[in-house]
T-cell receptor, first 113, second 115 residues
Framework: ETGVTQTPRHLVMGMTNKKSLKCEQH?????MYWYKQSAKKPLELMFV???????ENNSVPSRFSPECPNSSHLFLHLHTLQPEDSALYLC????????????FGSGTRLTVV | AQSVTQLGSHVSVSEGALVLLRCNYS??????LFWYVQYPNQGLQLLLK??????LVKGINGFEAEFKKSETSFHLTKPSAHMSDAAEYFC?????????????FGGGTRVLVKP
């Protein structure tokens, strides 16, 4: 068990659907992250939350909407997605200090049909 | 902005042979450096990290990496490859000044181990 739990593990959704990805950590970390991992592409940082405030949004389309209601939970709300949004979405958390590194969840494999 | 370059997107090694994965970084300040491993359909798992202590860092599963400031490198090695080492490996550098402890990742190197 990595300490960061992502649900669901797999998700298939149509382009007109609305769904949410959930990430939960009980490590006492104060920073949380969403990454997108597509085939044959580098890891793409999407959002960074530090102390429950969004500190970075890497030009992510508005069809992706993050939410961080508390330091233990992070959501990624999805709507009107495109097939090219199909990817592995990874959540991570950290203590917010540079030397610590990240703890990753197992990811949600998203397929948009 | 910092960057990380991993030379070779794919590496093939024979079981029992040396594993060498190359990582070079750019940074204007002393960096923290990390290696992560990712098995199929899983998240990334920390292998080891350099945080300005010893330049030779030992990690899990018999891996180690050496920080060479003059070469801006942090190459990962394992003396003898095992079939279970087949995975994708990512090098990453931290940005101490960025809010939220931002890590910048390299493009990854996929390791294939041949029997």
């Amino acid at each position: 068990e990595t300490g960061v739990t992502q649900t669901p593990r797999h998700l298939v959704m149509g382009m007109t659907n609305k769904k949410s990805l959930k990430c939960e950590q009980h490590l006492g970390h104060n920073a949380m992250y969403w990454y997108k991992q597509s085939a044959k592409k580098p890891l793409e940082l999407m959002f960074v939350y530090s102390l429950e405030e969004r500190v970075e949004n890497n030009s992510v389309p508005s069809r992706f909407s993050p939410e961080c209601p508390n330091s233990s939970h992070l959501f990624l709300h999805l709507h009107t997605l495109q097939p090219e949004d199909s990817a592995l979405y990874l959540c991570a958390s950290s203590q917010g200090t540079p030397a610590y590194g990240y703890t990753f969840g197992s990811g949600t494999r998203l397929t948009v049909v | 902005a910092q960057s990380v370059t991993q030379l070779g997107s794919h590496v093939s090694v024979s079981e029992g042979a040396l594993v060498l994965l190359r990582c070079n970084y750019s940074s204007s300040v002393p960096p923290y450096l990390f290696w992560y491993v990712q098995y199929p359909n899983q998240g990334l798992q920390l292998l080891l990290k350099y945080t300005s202590a010893a330049t030779l860092v030992k990690g899990i599963n018999g891996f180690e990496a050496e920080f060479k400031k003059s070469e801006t490198s942090f190459h990962l090695t394992k003396p003898s490859a095992h079939m279970s080492d087949a995975a994708e490996y990512f090098c990453a550098v931290s940005e101490p000044q960025a809010a939220g402890n931002k890590l910048t990742f390299g493009g990854g190197t996929r390791v294939l181990v041949k029997p």
